[in-house]
């Protein structure tokens, strides 16, 4: 049976920002790491560097409302774009609107290579990685759960499709947290028409 995979809209991180251009009036982020960049014999993997990339743009994007960047198109599928793109734009003026503080915390776990050109990159992330209006506060105890990400390469790049749960636990404590600076004001409001869609 064949395993859907998707982006679920508030899950999801970190690599330095490269390339995107912020809808007008919302500046574009940069990220700065708390204790060092993400290190270790996996990070070194083209693969996960692609989820790690992925989730940065995918965050990036919903903090700036801007789902046009190069660098978006260049690292994920365009059906996930589309789908967090509709998502952000379905929430507009929404009280209870949530937002990224910075790219998702993730600890890689394993690669599987099935060929040359796809990988099954699962990765212990953050479930609660999110800011609001009722929660400003950065999360200070990650809720980590196990993910697989789906990667295709092709066309000199390796684009993610998105983050399937699997309900399994995982512990976040070594994991390096980034964080967006400037920070995102979790109470501001825009309307459908200041998303950038594809």
Known sequence: MQRKYAWTALVIAGIALVGCTPTPGVEAPEVA??????????????????????????????????????????????????????????????EDFATFPGPTPMIPLSVDEESDTQAIVRVCAATNWQISTEQPEIPADLVGEIKEYRVYSGGGNRRASGAAP?????????????????????TETYSPDDVKVP
């Open 166 to 186: 699997t309900a399994e636990e995982c512990d976040l404590t070594d994991a390096s947290i980034g964080l967006f600076d400037p920070q995102p004001d979790p």
């Open 33 to 94: 790491w708390k204790d060092g960049a993400p290190s270790g014999e996996l990070e070194d993997s083209p693969w996960v560097q692609a989820v790690r990339a992925s989730d940065l743009a995918l965050n990036t994007a919903w903090v700036t409302r801007d789902y046009t960047a190069q660098q978006l198109q260049s690292t994920t599928e365009s059906l996930v774009i589309d789908r967090v793109a509709a998502s952000q734009v379905g929430r507009a003026g929404r």
